[in-house]
């Protein structure tokens, strides 16, 4: 049995993302994947400390840093390609699909169904991953902003309001409490106040 599963998950970090925009800072698959498993457990964190909810941190976690796997074998698509339309989206769910099936056949049978109940979301779970997701790319955009490239510019823009257009509080509260020291030197980082 070929047992590739993991090879192909340690592929992740080949895969870049950004691809049709210039980027000062290499950004990959695998590095996004456990930001926003990351960030993803810090919503669930505040969910459950902030608004009383009763959030699976760890699972969630897991869910988070698996949730872009399906790119190992369609890489990065740009978003404005792959949400076009209705058609392309369902197209690249179908692709999507196919990939996670592809990449679990190479787990031993037994193994399978664990594997793929990571794939499968709650509405909870699916917000706040996609707040997470958001998130991240919206850190990558301040963080090339930040070294003066302005290709992000617009990008950063649209991730903003695509984030507060979630009414996710726990979304919201990171933005105003975390935020912040995305954009400071180390050095301010580090001072204590």
């Keep these: 049995m070929n047992n590739g599963f993991f090879a192909m998950l340690f592929r992740m970090?080949?895969?870049?993302?950004?691809?049709?925009?210039?980027?000062?800072?290499?950004?990959?698959?695998?590095?996004?994947?456990l930001e926003v498993g990351f960030i993803a457990h810090?919503?669930?964190?505040?969910?459950?400390?902030?608004?009383?909810?009763n959030y699976d941190s760890?699972?969630?976690?897991?869910?988070?840093i698996y949730h872009d796997v399906p790119e190992i074998f369609t890489g990065d698509i740009p978003t404005p390609v792959k949400?076009?339309?209705?058609?392309?989206?369902q197209a690249y769910s179908k692709v999507e699909e196919a990939s996670l099936n592809k990449l679990t056949e190479m787990l031993p049978a037994e193994f399978r169904s664990s594997?793929?109940?990571?794939?499968?979301?709650?509405?909870?779970?699916?917000?706040?991953?996609?707040?997470?997701?958001?998130i991240s790319a919206y850190i990558k955009c301040l963080e090339e902003k930040n070294y003066g490239n302005r290709e992000f510019e617009i990008a950063g823009k649209r991730l903003l309001?695509?984030?507060?257009?979630?009414?996710?509080?726990?979304?919201?509260?990171?933005?105003?409490?975390?935020?912040?020291?995305?954009?400071?030197?180390?050095?301010?980082?580090?001072?204590s106040e």
Excluded at 46 to 52: A, D, L, S
């Design 83 to 89: 949400y076009y339309s209705e058609e392309t989206k």
């Design 58 to 64: 760890s699972l969630i976690t897991m869910k988070a």
């Design 13 to 33: 970090k080949h895969i870049e993302r950004w691809g049709i925009m210039h980027s000062l800072i290499p950004d990959h698959l695998s590095t996004h994947s």
């Design 161 to 191: 309001d695509a984030i507060k257009d979630m009414k996710c509080p726990e979304a919201d509260y990171f933005l105003e409490n975390f935020l912040e020291p995305f954009g400071f030197p180390i050095d301010s980082i580090l001072q």
């Design 115 to 134: 594997y793929m109940e990571l794939f499968n979301y709650s509405k909870d779970e699916k917000t706040l991953i996609k707040a997470a997701d958001r």
């Design 42 to 53: 810090a919503l669930s964190a505040i969910g459950n400390e902030k608004f009383n909810k």
